[in-house]
C-alpha cells in the first residue's frame, strides 16, 4: 500500500529499473518507514508518471499540460500522497530540497514535445545519456560537465557576464528507453526533464519524447531565465530536439550562419537572420 | 566575390562581398562556371516571397567546380564539375530516403519559420529567402554547398555547361510535372505556360509517352518555341481556351493539365481582374487564374500536375469542380535528385539538348538588367545564362 502510493510504478515502462534504481526497489520491498524514502523516487513515479500522461495525451499547450499534470489521477497520487506526507511528518524542505513534485505544478512551467528520429533507440539513448553532449543541441547551456554516475555540474549560456550554475542528477535510468533528471537544490533554478525513446511504426525510426519542468526563479537567475527561453519555451525545446535529429542523422546541424551577404541596410540589418 | 543581391521589390544590384567559407564538414565550395535566373526568382523580385531581406544573394541554378571540401566530405574532390540541385537534401531523413528529397527534413536552418506557415517544414532552397533556410545563392562567382556528397551530381568532361546546367532545377522541374502525369498510350496534356518551365514540360511529356501536347501562353516566341517542341498552341489573348482544348481534344477534355504559371497569373476574365485587386490589396497572396482554368478544363478523372510555385492563399479556388470530376493532384518543389541519373542519360543519348530554352547569355555585371529584360519578357528573353567567372562581352543567342 505504501509502496503504491510512493513508487507509483505508473506503467509498464517502469518495471525495469536500471541498476541506478536500485536502493528504491529494495526499500520498496522492505517498506521503511516515509521519512527514508528519498525524494529520487518520488521524482521517478511523480515526474516520469505525468511525463507518460502527457505523452500519451500529446498536450501542446503549457496551460493545458499543467492541467493534465495536475489532474492525472496516478500523477496526483504520487504528488499530493507525498505532500501530506511530508507535511504530517513536518519535513521542512527548506533546509536541504529543492523544489518538490507539487511545486512543478502548482508554479512550473511545463513543456512536452516529441519528434522522430531515424535511428536505433540505443543509438539516441547512447547519445544523450552522455549529458555532455547536450550543449551541442541545447543550445542555452554551455557546458555540462560529468561528476559521477550520476551527478552531473550544468551551465547556462548567460547574458553579460553573468552565470547561472547547477547540479543535476539522474533520477531515472533505464538504458536505451528513458532518462529523467533534476536539477539538485540549491539550484538557481530549479528544473527537471525526462526523454524517452520508443520504437516507431515499421521503417519510422524512434520518437524521442522529452519533457522539461522548470520554475522560474525569482531575481537575477529569474531574468537570465527569462532571456534564454524566451517567451515560448515550447519552442525552444522544439527547436533542441530539431537539433539532436539532425546531428544524429546526419552528424551536423544546418546553418547559414557566416555565409557572405549584401548591403544590408537599415532594416535588413535588424531583421536578418544571418 | 560578385554576387546578385536582393535589395527590395524590382531592386537587384551586383555588388561585392565576401567569399564563402565551409561552415560545416560536409560543405564544399564551388567556382561558379554557369547560373541562371529562373522564373522562381521573379517571384522574389516582384516581392511575392515573404522573409526576404535586403542583401540575400540570389540564384538557385548553378553550376561549377569544386575548389574547397569539408572534413566530412568523401565522394566529391577540388576539381570535380558538378550540377547542384536548388533543394537542398541532407540524403538521411525519412524523406530523403524515400526519394522525396525536396521535403528533406534536416536542411532548412529556419524549419521554425516553415513550420508556422505550413505546419511542418521542408527542404532548404539556395537562395531563395530566409523561411527557406536563408541560403545565400549561386547568382554569384562562389557558392557554399551544404551536403555536398549528397545533392551534387559529377558532369564529364565532354559535356558542355550549357547542356549540364538546366540539371540543377528547370529540366527536372519540367520533367516531375510530366512523370506526375502518369501518362498513358493516348494521353493529351495541356501545359500553361510556356516559360522555361513550361518548355521542359512540353518536352518530358513527349518524353514520357504523351500523344500530344497542347500549350497556351500569350508571348508569341515563347509559343513559337512551343511548337518547336511539337506542341500545338494556344494563344490565350486570342482564343478561348476551353472551347479551344475541347475542340483539340474530340471534346474529351485532356487527360492530364500542367500549371507550369505559378501565383503570378495573369489573364483575362473576371476572376483573373479581382485575383489582382485582391493580391495588390493584401487580401489574397497569390493569383489563381492559370490552375483555376486548368481544373476546369480538365477532363473527369484526369491529374492536375502543379510546378509553378504557389506560396500563401487562393481565393476561389474552385474545389467543387475537382472533387466533382474526381481530380488527383500532384505538386510540390521538385525532388531533383531523384531524376539527376536518368536525365543525364537522356542528355548523353542525344534525347533532348536542354540548351535549346537560352536566349541570353550575360556576364554577371548585368545582373540587374537581365532581370529587368527577362521580367518584362522583353527582347525574346526566355532563359538567361550568367557566366560569373568569365570576362567575355554580353552575347545574345
Ligand atoms: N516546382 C518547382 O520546383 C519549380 C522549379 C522552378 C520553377 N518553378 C515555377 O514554375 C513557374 C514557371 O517558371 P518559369 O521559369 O517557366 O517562369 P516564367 O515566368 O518564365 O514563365 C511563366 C509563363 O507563364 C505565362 N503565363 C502567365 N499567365 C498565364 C496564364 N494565365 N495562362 C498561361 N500562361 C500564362 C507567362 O507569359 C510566362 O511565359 C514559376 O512559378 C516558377 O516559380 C517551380
Ligand atoms: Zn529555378
Ligand atoms: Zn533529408
Given amino acids: 500500500m505504501v509502496s503504491a502510493t510512493v513508487y507509483g510504478q505508473p506503467t509498464a515502462d517502469q518495471k525495469s529499473t536500471s541498476s541506478s534504481d536500485q536502493p528504491s526497489q529494495a526499500r520498496s520491498s522492505t517498506r521503511e518507514p516515509y521519512i527514508n524514502v528519498p525524494s529520487n523516487e518520488r521524482w521517478v513515479s511523480g515526474l516520469s508518471g505525468a511525463a507518460l500522461v502527457l505523452a500519451g495525451l500529446k498536450m501542446r499547450s503549457i496551460p493545458g499540460a499543467v492541467l493534465i499534470l495536475a489532474g492525472g489521477a496516478m500523477t496526483r497520487r504520487a504528488w499530493t500522497g507525498h505532500c501530506n506526507v511530508y507535511g504530517a511528518l513536518g519535513i521542512n524542505r527548506a533546509q536541504g530540497e529543492g523544489a518538490a513534485p507539487e511545486d512543478y505544478s502548482s508554479k512550473g512551467i511545463h513543456v512536452s514535445q516529441a519528434i522522430t528520429i531515424d535511428k536505433s533507440p540505443e543509438e539516441l539513448y547512447r547519445y544523450w545519456r552522455d549529458f555532455q553532449n547536450l550543449p551541442r543541441f541545447m543550445f542555452y547551456l554551455d557546458d555540462v560537465q560529468i561528476l559521477d554516475d550520476k551527478r552531473s555540474h550544468w551551465k547556462a549560456k548567460a547574458p553579460a557576464g553573468m552565470s547561472v550554475e547547477w547540479d543535476a542528477e539522474i533520477i531515472n535510468d533505464q538504458p536505451n528507453e528513458t532518462i529523467a533528471w533534476r536539477s539538485l537544490y540549491p539550484a538557481s533554478v530549479d528544473s527537471a526533464g525526462s526523454v524517452r525513446f520508443v520504437a516507431g511504426p515499421p521503417g519510422r525510426g524512434t520518437e524521442v519524447r522529452v519533457t522539461f519542468d522548470y520554475i522560474p526563479p525569482a531575481g537575477k537567475a529569474g531574468w537570465v531565465i527569462a532571456k534564454l527561453f524566451g517567451k515560448d519555451p515550447e519552442m525552444e525545446v522544439r527547436e533542441d530536439l530539431r537539433r539532436f535529429k539532425q546531428i544524429m542523422e546526419t552528424g551536423e546541424i544546418p546553418t547559414a550562419q557566416g555565409q557572405p551577404h549584401g548591403r544590408r541596410g537599415v532594416i535588413g540589418s535588424i531583421m536578418a537572420s544571418n | ?397
Fill in chain 2, 1 to 397: 566575390m560578385k554576387a546578385v543581391c536582393w535589395n527590395g521589390k524590382k531592386d537587384v544590384r551586383v555588388e561585392n562581398v565576401p567569399d564563402p567559407k565551409l561552415l560545416n564538414p560536409t560543405d564544399a565550395i564551388v567556382k561558379i562556371t554557369t547560373t541562371c535566373i529562373c522564373g522562381s526568382d521573379l517571384h522574389l523580385y516582384d516581392g511575392y516571397v515573404p522573409t526576404m531581406q535586403p542583401g540575400d544573394i540570389l540564384g538557385h541554378e548553378f553550376m561549377g567546380e569544386v575548389v574547397e571540401t569539408g572534413k566530412e566530405v568523401k565522394k566529391l574532390k577540388v576539381g570535380d564539375r558538378i550540377v547542384v540541385p536548388f533543394t537542398i537534401c541532407c540524403g538521411n531523413c525519412f524523406y530523403c530516403k524515400n526519394q522525396l528529397w525536396s521535403l528533406c527534413s534536416n536542411s532548412n536552418p529556419n524549419a521554425w519559420m516553415l513550420e508556422k506557415a505550413y505546419g511542418y517544414t521542408s527542404a532548404g532552397l539556395f537562395g531563395y529567402s530566409h523561411m527557406f533556410g536563408g541560403y545565400a545563392g549561386g547568382q554569384a562567382e562562389y557558392a557554399r554547398v551544404p551536403f555536398a556528397d549528397v545533392g551534387p551530381m559529377k558532369i564529364p568532361d565532354g559535356l558542355p555547361d550549357e547542356k549540364a546546367v538546366f540539371l540543377t532545377d528547370i529540366f527536372p522541374t519540367g520533367y516531375m510535372a510530366a512523370d506526375n502525369c502518369n501518362i498513358k498510350e493516348g494521353d493529351i496534356v495541356a501545359v500553361w505556360g510556356c516559360g522555361p518551365v513550361g518548355q521542359f514540360a512540353i518536352r518530358s511529356a513527349y518524353l514520357l509517352g504523351a500523344h500530344q501536347v497542347i500549350a497556351i501562353d500569350h508571348v508569341p516566341e515563347r509559343l513559337r518555341m512551343a511548337e518547336e517542341g511539337k506542341a500545338i498552341t494556344i494563344n490565350m489573348d486570342d482564343e478561348m481556351i476551353f472551347e479551344k482544348l475541347r475542340e483539340l481534344t474530340g471534346g474529351r477534355g485532356p487527360d492530364a493539365v500542367i500549371d507550369c504559371v505559378g501565383l503570378e497569373a495573369q489573364g483575362h476574365t473576371l476572376d483573373a481582374w479581382y485575383d489582382q485587386v485582391k493580391a495588390a490589396t493584401y487580401m489574397a497572396t497569390d493569383r489563381a487564374h492559370a490552375i483555376r482554368q486548368a481544373i476546369n478544363c480538365c477532363r473527369p478523372g484526369g491529374t492536375v500536375s502543379i510546378p509553378g510555385v504557389y506560396g500563401g492563399f487562393l481565393d476561389k479556388f474552385p474545389l467543387g469542380a475537382a472533387f466533382g470530376k474526381g481530380l488527383t493532384f500532384r505538386m510540390g518543389q521538385t525532388h531533383v535528385k531523384k531524376y539527376l541519373d536518368d536525365l543525364l542519360g537522356k542528355i548523353q543519348e542525344g534525347k533532348i539538348d536542354p540548351s535549346f530554352v537560352i536566349t541570353h547569355r550575360a556576364r554577371i555585371d548585368d545582373a540587374r538588367k537581365m532581370y529587368e529584360t527577362f521580367a518584362a519578357r522583353a527582347a525574346g528573353c526566355i532563359k538567361v545564362i550568367l557566366q560569373p567567372n568569365e570576362n567575355g562581352s554580353v552575347m545574345h543567342a
